[in-house]
């Protein structure tokens, strides 16, 4: 008897079916498109950069939640009110075999370890860059990245700010020339711009710029806001640490001033219950001198060095958050301009290193 031939319909709707599955395993396990939505990585990334993740190099993540709507990330599409996963049933965290390690100065794109109301994998997608590895000692000084006392080379992007001095009293003069404006100084016609080596150059020779200063925190001046928030250390966003990058399997004891390092990493990442009585530790109910760390962590920054939320402000990023490696620029939009003008036609398939 002849095999019945199946309907156009329904092959149409088993292809369908089979390339959104394909689509689902690439977007999983190999790579992933994002968009740049904030300056944080100017001048290496532009805000309206299309980039190319990829997953498969640092070894791709296994699914955490399994009750998660198919291509749906925090919300279901056309629906933002309504959750895209159901939190219940987390998997452990799990890695398969890549490609490499994370290096410094990587461009890695992450969860954010603060979104404590989603499962990790749900979590809000950062990129930054890697500037200290687990067991590194990092110190931060001028917002240059020290690594075990030696200066880690700053990208060739990287943008400080300045104070600029101009004839002309009117932001609007950076931003017609593509600069961003972050405010104004002290006097009237100074102005606080982010610059990198290129854009201080292209400046200085403007005659209607009368002087560019780099300008940056003085060490000790504290700031409440700087991760790990206490007074007692005196960091801030351009002079931090030095801080040891808490390592897989290595211990450290816990003491009264170094315990708000650590407490997060203790009770929300690796999910013990943790509680201080008369200067005694306790985890999961017995004292505990010391403490052994179950996942590497990482110190992550944003290129533009004073507009961007980083590790300076909320501290170290876990292993199991890490989700690929940033490799290419597909192609840019600028948001600031219209039509054919928003493309920047430059930066098609640019590598990022």
């Not at 690594?147 to 104070?163: R, T």
């Not at 004839?167 to 931003?175: L, M, Q, V």
């Not at 505990?288 to 060095?305: H, I, L």
């Amino acid at each position: 008897m002849a095999k019945k031939k199946k309907s156009f319909i329904r092959e149409w709707l088993e292809a369908i079916f089979i390339a959104l599955i394909v689509v689902l395993i690439i977007r999983s396990f190999l790579v992933e498109a994002f968009m740049i939505p904030t300056p944080s990585m100017e001048g290496s990334l532009l805000t309206g950069d299309f980039i190319i993740v990829n997953k498969a190099y640092y070894g791709p993540r296994t699914l955490r939640t399994p009750l998660s709507f198919p291509f749906a990330h925090q919300t279901l599409p056309f629906l933002s009110n309504v959750k895209g996963f159901i939190h219940t049933g987390i998997l452990p965290y799990f890695r398969l075999p890549g490609f490499g390690e994370i290096k410094h100065n990587d461009i890695v794109v992450f969860n954010y370890p603060l979104d404590d109301d989603f499962p990790v994998d749900h979590k809000s997608h950062y990129i930054k860059r890697c500037v200290a590895l687990p067991g590194d000692t990092l110190n931060i000084k001028n917002s240059s990245a020290y690594i075990n006392g030696s200066q880690l080379e700053n990208p060739e992007g990287v943008q400080f700010n300045y104070a600029v001095k101009s004839i002309n009293n009117d932001p609007a003069f950076f931003r017609n020339n593509s600069f961003s404006v972050g405010g104004r100084h002290n006097a009237a016609n100074e102005f606080r711009v982010p610059l990198n080596a290129q854009m201080v150059q292209q400046l200085s020779l403007d005659e209607e710029i009368l002087s560019i200063i780099k300008t940056f925190d003085v060490p000790g001046a504290y700031q409440d806001f700087v991760f790990p928030y206490t007074e007692q250390l005196r960091w801030n966003i351009d002079h931090f640490g030095p801080i040891i990058i808490p390592e897989k399997n290595h211990s450290v004891k816990l003491t009264s001033s170094n315990i708000y390092l650590y407490k997060r990493i203790i009770e929300k990442y690796e999910g013990n219950e943790l509680e201080e009585n008369d200067g005694l530790f306790y985890i999961n109910g017995e004292i505990a001198e010391s403490y052994t760390f179950k996942m590497n962590y990482y110190f992550m920054m944003g290129d533009n060095r004073h507009y961007s939320s980083d590790s300076r402000f909320w501290g170290f990023v876990p292993e199991d958050h890490i989700l690929g490696k940033a490799s290419m620029v597909m192609f840019s939009l600028n948001p600031q301009q219209s039509n054919l003008k928003k493309i920047r036609w430059d930066r098609f398939f640019t590598l990022l290193n």
